[in-house]
């Protein structure tokens, strides 16, 4: 190892699993199998919902929070944990795009299935004011 991999290697996180995440599977959510996720989270009646986004700046401005969504994790049972990439720039290739997330969203969001979040607050303001058409009405939430 010479002096520029040390560097490199001391930093990169080095990350093991936890013994309760080898019951769980991580799932690459695709533009041919999204349907079938938001339809296993309506059928569900209660899924998980967490955004992954540019930052941490939720602020709204003109209609659009500053930061935005980069991806979109989804569970309808708490084992399958999907990842929906929308504007990921290194990894592009996997991104959906963001008018075939924009009307699965709607589906989800406009179905009586109910969400639970992690930091819902944050995130909330993201998926109502993310530039189009807004993913729910937050500040009326079910």
């Known amino acids: 190892m010479d002096l ?3 560097f490199v290697a001391g930093q990169t996180p080095q990350i093991k699993k936890k013994p309760w995440m080898e ?7 695709t533009p041919d199998t999204l349907d079938f996720i938001i339809d296993e989270c309506i059928n569900a009646k209660l899924y998980a919902l967490d955004l992954e ?19 979109i994790c989804l569970s309808p049972d708490g084992v399958r944990g999907f990842y929906i990439p929308v504007r990921h720039k ?3 290739e996997h991104n ?4 075939q ?8 969001i406009n179905s009586e299935a109910v969400a639970i979040f992690h930091n819902g607050k944050f995130d909330q303001e993201f998926l109502q004011f993310n ?3 807004p993913w729910g009405e937050w500040d009326l939430p079910k």
């Open 4 to 6: 520029g991999d040390f």
């Open 23 to 29: 019951s769980k599977e991580m799932i690459l959510v």
């Open 53 to 71: 986004t540019t930052g941490l700046d939720n602020r709204v401005f003109d209609g659009r929070t500053k930061e935005q969504i980069v991806g």
């Open 90 to 92: 290194n990894g592009l």
């Open 96 to 99: 959906i795009p963001l008018s």
């Open 101 to 108: 997330v924009d009307r699965a969203m709607q589906k989800l």
């Open 131 to 133: 530039g189009g058409t």
